[in-house]
């Protein structure tokens, strides 16, 4: 059942112990055009552990933002008794929350910031400090608990840091919300993510949330989270917003990394392949097809064999030499291209616009910079260690609406609206390669819900193809491209 809709900065407080749905618009925040494609591509590679070596992922504590992405989305969360409200970065590649406090000692003056004294429900945690290394920074606090609510959900006693120095915040934004598993948080194995605390707690109606990420360049102009006034999508607790998609929901089964003990951690799932031009790129095998699917990232990283091999089929293009972009390539801006992803075990091929691919010039006389980089270029780690081969972030991600669920844990993809974005979808299947093709298992009203079948991976639906922009057009809106998840900026990590 579709829910109402929410101001971003409104909290509805909900009595019932289950709630139905709740749909929270997103704001997004646009910069200045000019992006710094290489240090938002390192900071993504930190964040998955691509480092010299002693970088492994099992050591990065959470996502970090980049500041030079120049377009962020993000929503208001309420922390404390009376409420005190925030707004913060979402992100399903991590699963810590922090919240700079008003201790802070070199946080902006623009940051709105916690005060602890001033909440009844605050408890004191370890007075050991926590540190959190970012790409760009730092942010250092103490664990603690509060009560947290985040668009009408409540939960009591929610682990978090409040940080006392970073350098890492801008703008009205004050912290970070982790939306993935509970085996990469850095407060401890015990602690719950919020979406989790609150969906084990019986509040959701479904086990499961919905995501649209709307684009800045005005391609969703009506109908719910149009994309205006700066609103950058709705993310929805606890169901799906039916009006955002069309078609069928599929599901893609997480996939376990092998040797891993830590518990669930990403939201990752299997590239079975990714092809340009109607031409297959190589996707290697085993731990090289493990993707992340992360609304905290803007770009696409990839395994470097498999990026090289994607360019080579696009007339023109070369790996730029430039050190501070390191891992890109470049193509001709006027380049159409037909890019497309399926999932191991999926039915459909989802097409990613040539708009979010092309991220424009990245000098006045230039060729464009494509969006898909080499997550493994000067980095001694490469997939493994507990790291994802490939990073799937905004590029791919405002192609379609995304489902994240836990039980059975899972990830979903259905094509977009036409008002929300959204085109004619592909219907030829691809063949699976993992397993059945998925079967119907719940009808929702004016759609059919997909789960895949025991054993088997899915991805269904094309996603939109959309229009593509003029060059002169796409250099003055370079800006937009960022498009991560409601105030999910795509962060450095």
Same mark, same amino acid.
């Given at each position: 059942?579709?829910?109402?809709?929410?101001?971003?900065?409104?909290?509805?407080?909900?009595?019932?112990?289950?709630?139905?749905?709740?749909?929270?618009?997103?704001?997004?925040?646009?910069?200045?055009?000019?992006?710094?494609?290489?240090?938002?591509?390192?900071?993504?590679?930190?964040?998955?552990?691509?480092?010299?070596?002693?970088?492994?992922?099992?050591?990065?504590?959470?996502?970090?933002?980049?500041?030079?992405?120049?377009?962020?989305?993000?929503?208001?969360?309420?922390?404390?008794?009376?409420?005190?409200?925030?707004?913060?970065?979402?992100?399903? *590649? =991590?699963?810590?929350?922090?919240?700079?406090?008003?201790?802070?000692?070199?946080?902006?003056?623009?940051?709105?910031?916690?005060?602890?004294?001033?909440?009844?429900?605050?408890?004191?945690?370890?007075?050991?400090?926590?540190?959190?290394?970012?790409?760009?920074?730092?942010?250092?606090?103490?664990?603690?608990?509060?009560?947290?609510?985040?668009?009408?959900?409540?939960?009591?006693?929610?682990?978090?840091?409040?940080?006392?120095?970073?350098?890492?915040?801008?703008? =009205?934004?004050?912290?970070?919300?982790?939306?993935?598993?509970?085996?990469?948080?850095?407060?401890?194995?015990?602690?719950?993510?919020?979406?989790?605390?609150?969906?084990?707690?019986?509040?959701?109606?479904?086990?499961?949330?919905?995501?649209?990420?709307?684009?800045?360049?005005?391609?969703?102009?009506?109908? $719910? *989270?149009?994309?205006?006034? #700066?609103? *950058?999508?709705?993310?929805?607790?606890?169901?799906?917003?039916?009006?955002?998609?069309?078609?069928?929901?599929?599901?893609?089964?997480?996939?376990?990394?092998?040797?891993?003990?830590?518990?669930?951690? $990403?939201?990752?799932?299997?590239?079975?392949?990714?092809?340009?031009?109607?031409?297959?790129?190589?996707?290697?095998?085993?731990?090289?097809?493990?993707?992340?699917?992360?609304?905290?990232?803007?770009?696409?990283? *990839?395994?470097?064999?498999?990026?090289?091999?994607? @360019?080579?089929?696009?007339?023109?293009?070369?790996?730029?030499?430039?050190?501070?972009?390191?891992?890109?390539?470049? $193509?001709?801006?006027?380049?159409?291209?037909?890019?497309?992803?399926?999932?191991?075990?999926?039915?459909?091929?989802?097409?990613?616009?040539?708009?979010?691919?092309?991220?424009?010039? @990245?000098?006045?006389?230039?060729?464009?910079?494509?969006?898909?980089?080499?997550?493994? !270029?000067?980095?001694?780690?490469?997939? #493994?260690?507990?790291?994802?081969?490939?990073?799937? #972030?905004?590029?791919?991600?405002?192609?379609?609406?995304?489902?994240?669920?836990?039980?059975?844990?899972?990830?979903?993809? !259905?094509?977009?609206?036409?008002?929300?974005?959204?085109?004619?979808?592909?219907?030829?299947?691809?063949? =699976?390669? =993992?397993?059945?093709?998925?079967?119907?298992?719940?009808?929702?009203?004016?759609?059919?819900?997909?789960?895949?079948?025991?054993?088997?991976?899915?991805?269904? #639906?094309?996603?939109?193809?959309?229009?593509?922009?003029?060059?002169?057009?796409?250099?003055?809106?370079?800006?937009?491209?960022?498009?991560?998840?409601?105030?999910?900026?795509?962060?450095?990590?």
């Amino acid at each position: 059942m579709t829910g109402a809709s929410l101001p971003i900065v409104l909290l509805v407080f909900i009595a019932a112990a289950i709630a139905e749905p709740l749909h929270v618009p997103i704001s997004r925040r646009e910069t200045p055009a000019k992006k710094d494609w290489g240090s938002i591509a390192a900071g993504i590679r930190k964040k998955y552990g691509y480092g010299t070596g002693k970088d492994k992922r099992m050591e990065s504590a959470v996502s970090i933002i980049n500041y030079n992405a120049d377009t962020a989305y993000f929503g208001a969360i309420a922390v404390g008794t009376p409420p005190q409200s925030f707004n913060v970065l979402l992100d399903t *590649g =991590s699963s810590d929350l922090w919240i700079a406090s008003s201790q802070c000692s070199i946080c902006s003056f623009t940051t709105n910031t916690f005060t602890s004294a001033s909440s009844s429900t605050y408890k004191e945690g370890s007075t050991k400090p926590v540190t959190i290394q970012y790409g760009s920074g730092s942010a250092i606090g103490f664990v603690a608990q509060e009560t947290v609510a985040w668009g009408g959900f409540t939960v009591q006693n929610q682990t978090f840091v409040e940080v006392a120095e970073t350098d890492i915040l801008i703008g =009205s934004m004050s912290g970070i919300l982790g939306l993935a598993w509970p085996g990469i948080v850095s407060t401890g194995s015990s602690t719950k993510p919020f979406w989790l605390a609150a969906s084990d707690a019986g509040q959701f109606d479904t086990k499961e949330f919905g995501v649209y990420l709307a684009r800045s360049g005005g391609e969703a102009t009506s109908g $719910f *989270g149009a994309n205006e006034d #700066g609103n *950058g999508g709705v993310f929805t607790l606890g169901g799906v917003n039916e009006t955002l998609y069309t078609g069928d929901i599929e599901f893609l089964n997480l996939t376990t990394y092998p040797g891993w003990t830590g518990g669930k951690s $990403f939201w990752q799932v299997d590239i079975a392949s990714f092809t340009v031009n109607g031409k297959s790129t190589n996707i290697p095998s085993g731990v090289g097809s493990i993707a992340a699917i992360d609304t905290g990232t803007t770009l696409i990283g *990839g395994p470097s064999s498999s990026v090289k091999d994607f @360019y080579a089929l696009i007339p023109n293009s070369k790996a730029l030499s430039d050190a501070t972009l390191q891992g890109f390539y470049s $193509f001709p801006c006027a380049t159409q291209l037909d890019v497309s992803v399926t999932f191991a075990g999926g039915t459909k091929a989802w097409k990613i616009q040539t708009e979010d691919i092309n991220l424009g010039r @990245y000098d006045v006389n230039s060729d464009c910079v494509g969006a898909l980089f080499d997550l493994g !270029a000067g980095s001694s780690i490469g997939g #493994g260690f507990g790291n994802p081969s490939w990073i799937v #972030g905004g590029t791919f991600l405002k192609n379609v609406y995304s489902v994240f669920r836990s039980d059975p844990p899972s990830v979903g993809f !259905a094509a977009l609206a036409a008002a929300n974005g959204g085109a004619a979808t592909s219907t030829e299947p691809v063949g =699976s390669a =993992s397993g059945p093709l998925a079967t119907v298992t719940k009808p929702l009203t004016g759609t059919t819900r997909v789960t895949s079948t025991a054993g088997a991976s899915g991805a269904t #639906g094309a996603a939109s193809s959309g229009s593509n922009r003029g060059t002169g057009q796409k250099e003055a809106r370079l800006g937009w491209i960022l498009a991560l998840t409601f105030v999910f900026m795509s962060w450095q990590t």
